[in-house]
């Protein structure tokens, strides 16, 4: 899973950077009211996290702390005080009375050096991380900012990755479904056809042959009969193993068809729309027509560019536009802006990366507070 693997790697350079004896990452799963936590010990550093479910009690217990706090706590050196402090998240200032939360974790978690900082994303906590280690005062301050940031990158990205995967799961039934429902009505019910008219030419058969048992001629009717049936039938399968040659070669040219990626634009478009309540309108030139590699490559710069929008823009509405020109396929996802907010000039790394790899290019237009569009130009390549 990809958020799996996002937060392996996270694991592994937060793990290498700090030494640390234990990583913990406890996370809301999506879309249930379960947490998962993911976690890694020094002496598992070659394999992956372990990622599982967690009974209530620890979730209360990992969570206990306030969803604005992040602690430090750590063993004195030779004698001295223990060093315990909590950090407020949203103030960036230590608070003065923040409980005995601190000792206690660090008790839990057996940790002569302990730093927590609290996962959130839309100013909720969905989670915590912690840090542990067997040496005395490992973290600090500084600490605690690198980590909240580290945070603050990563949730974004993995309530992206999950809604990409949410998507994709929702298209695959809906494709999963209209298939089922094609071989039912261009496969199951010519076949049922058949064998409905098979079983009526044995019931015929039987019936005909003990009337006329003893007539020659009624027998030679009725065998002509029956090779009129019998051929009725053969036409029936062939026309039957016909559609499902066309059916098949259509399954397979899919990729390569004039609409594909007009049409599966739409479909993630549609379910967008209902995930986000940002509006998208797609409007395409009826005529593109591109090769497989390239309908996959666009669809994923489309995708990655209206999780853009959605993650770094308070947008209402987003617009795809797509058309062939000069030899080009141009696509452009804009957004509609907010009034009185001008957006920070941005390059978007991974569009521009993929459209490098198709021989194109990638920039970005900037209308103020009216919104950006990000234009893509590949060029289009005989099929």
């Known amino acids: 899973m990809a958020v799996d693997a996002l937060i392996d790697s996270t694991i592994e350079r937060l793990r290498a950077f700090y030494n640390v004896d234990i990583y913990l990452l406890i996370l809301a799963d999506s879309g249930t009211p379960e947490y998962r936590l993911h976690r890694v010990k020094h002496y598992e550093s070659t394999l992956p996290a372990d990622t599982e479910p967690i009974p209530v009690e620890m979730v209360r217990v990992l969570l206990a702390l306030p969803a604005e706090h992040a602690v430090v706590s750590s063993e004195g050196l030779l004698g001295w005080r223990r060093l315990d402090y909590t950090y407020d998240v949203t103030t960036h200032e230590i608070v003065t009375n923040p409980g005995d939360e601190r000792a206690t974790l660090a008790s839990l978690l057996d ?33 605690v900012e690198f980590l909240i940031q580290v945070a603050d990158y990563l949730m974004p990205v993995i309530d992206s990755i999950r809604l990409v995967d949410r998507l994709a799961m929702e298209a695959a039934e809906e494709e999963r479904k209209r298939i089922a429902r094609d071989i039912h009505d261009s496969i199951i019910q010519p076949y049922i056809g058949l064998q409905m008219g098979l079983a009526g030419i044995r019931q015929k058969l039987a019936a005909d042959y003990l009337d006329a048992s003893n007539d020659r001629n009624n027998l030679l009717a009725i065998i002509t009969d029956a090779a009129a049936d019998t051929d009725r039938l053969i036409e029936m399968t062939g026309d039957g193993i016909s559609d499902l040659r066309q059916y098949v070669r259509g399954l397979r040219d899919a990729g390569d068809s004039e609409g594909g990626l007009i049409s599966s634009v739409r479909r993630f478009a549609s379910k967008f729309t209902e995930a986000t309540n940002i509006v998208v309108q797609v409007r395409a030139d009826p005529d593109i027509g591109v090769d497989e590699r390239l309908t996959s490559e666009m669809f994923q710069i489309i995708v990655e560019g209206l999780s853009n929008i959605r993650r770094h823009t308070q947008s209402a509405r987003a617009f795809v536009d797509m058309e062939c020109s000069n030899g080009s396929l141009i696509v452009r996802i ?22 490098l790899s198709l021989g194109g290019r990638a920039y970005v237009e900037f209308f103020g507070d009216m919104g950006t569009s990000v234009i893509v130009e590949v060029p289009l390549h005989e099929k």
């Open 334 to 355: 804009e957004n509609d802006g907010t009034r009185g907010s001008t957006p920070t000039p941005f390059k978007p790394q991974s569009i521009a990366e993929r459209a």
């Open 111 to 143: 940790a002569e050096s302990l730093v927590t900082v609290p996962l959130r994303y839309h100013n909720q906590m969905v989670g915590r991380l912690y840090l542990t280690a067997q040496r005395r005062r490992a973290f600090g301050t500084f600490d």
